[in-house]
């Protein structure tokens, strides 16, 4: 593999949400007018915040309020439910919804509701998405809070001024690892799990089977919205759905070359760029992007990347790594809840390429 200086690059701290859709292509930035561990709660059964993000747990990004809203914890690592926010208007953490103090599942048997009518903490895996047509965030699944860790099979929707409501309770056969992605172009959500490929209709609120092929545990997906794919990358695989094919829709390995430390990862950061037409992969260190024409993937090591005791926490990145459409940037909320917010811009256009040094090796 040829590797080409191309540049170096130095982290920029910036503080207003305005400088996001003209920052510099391939850079990271960074944030930190307060942290998530400056509005943590506390947790009465006695575990760390930490594990809200590093126990195999994720995050969405909501584009209509600009907001990274992140949930997280379960098995008998973290029992608070609550969800923080990070506003990129303020660019500062909150609550955005309460933990259910007084209520918590402290090591009790695995249940799916509390007893003030919230959801258990669990871990959430690649399921949480954001429903843009509705304003809902959906949780799906996942390992609850309890010492066995078992396996719940509801699906939630969130808003500011409902709250939690639980819409579905069974019907997703109690698996663990999965990976959701809600579709803009139906409004649906797609999911991968151990049980096959489902679709979730918001609208007569049920699932659907539309495909057989079951995964393996470590994949993480993103919607390719201009060909309309489900791609789901990691542990060691690279494949996609077409859309196109419903209501039954078969898998396509995608063989994808110049990519394996990255298609072999746990759980990495997966989207799809409608700027730049290809999907975007992050698991700590470096940034990998692959081509779906070529199939081929790229690799950007930039100096100035998220570093420290949260960068990578042992691949489970999830949807931690989020594209932001509206400001054609990417965000990254690392595993240590004391730890600044993180910025990425991979392009500006499709086409444009890059003139000016700035301190990056690219692969190949």
């Known amino acids: 593999m040829i590797k080409n200086i191309i540049t170096v690059l130095i982290i920029t701290f910036f503080h207003s949400f305005s400088q996001l859709p ?18 943590w709660p506390g947790e009465e059964c006695g575990h760390s915040q930490r594990h809200v993000l590093d126990a195999w747990s994720s995050g969405a990004y909501d584009p209509n309020r600009h907001r990274m809203l992140i949930f997280g914890g379960g098995h008998n690592d973290y029992y608070g439910n609550e969800i923080y926010q990070f506003s990129i208007d303020s660019m500062k953490w909150s609550i955005a919804e309460k933990q259910s103090t007084g209520y918590l599942n ?22 949480l998405t954001f429903l843009i047509h509705n304003n809902k965030f959906m949780m799906i699944g996942g390992s609850l809070g309890c010492l066995s860790g078992g396996g719940a099979d509801d699906s939630w929707w969130w808003d500011d001024a409902n709250g939690w409501i639980q819409k579905l309770s069974g019907g997703l056969h109690y698996e663990l690892t999965k990976s959701a992605v809600y579709n ?9 799990d151990y049980d096959g490929f489902k679709k979730y209709n918001p609208w ?13 545990g ?6 390719d919205t201009s060909r309309n794919w489900f791609v789901n990358i990691g542990d060691g695989e690279s494949y996609y759905y077409d859309l196109n094919e419903q209501p039954q829709c078969s ?16 759980n990495p950061g997966v989207e799809y760029d409608p700027i730049a037409d290809k999907i975007v992969c992050y698991a700590g260190g470096i ?7 070529s199939k081929s993937w790229t690799s950007f090591d930039i100096n100035g990347k998220p570093s420290g005791s949260g960068a990578a926490y042992d691949y489970r990145i999830y949807g931690h790594f989020s594209y932001m459409p509206e400001y054609n940037t990417y965000i990254f909320i690392g595993g240590n809840p004391n730890d600044q917010v ?10 444009k390429t890059i003139s000016k040094p700035r301190n990056l090796t690219v692969s190949p």
């Open 204 to 216: 007569t609120n049920s699932w659907s089977d539309i495909g057989g092929v079951v995964m393996g």
């Open 218 to 223: 470590g994949l993480c997906g993103a919607i």
């Open 106 to 127: 402290c090591g009790g048997s695995c249940i799916e509701v509390l007893a003030d009518g919230n959801p258990n903490s669990r871990h959430t895996y690649d399921a």
């Open 22 to 39: 003209n920052l510099d292509e391939l850079t990271w930035y960074s944030v930190k007018n307060n942290t998530m561990a400056d509005v």
């Open 184 to 192: 803009p172009k139906d409004s649906c959500v797609y999911m991968q």
């Open 287 to 293: 940034v990998w992007s692959l081509d779906l024409e």
């Open 342 to 351: 993180y910025f990425f811009k991979y392009r500006l256009t499709k086409t």
């Open 251 to 266: 898998k396509h390995n995608l063989n994808t070359t110049g990519g394996s430390s990255i298609t072999n990862t746990q």
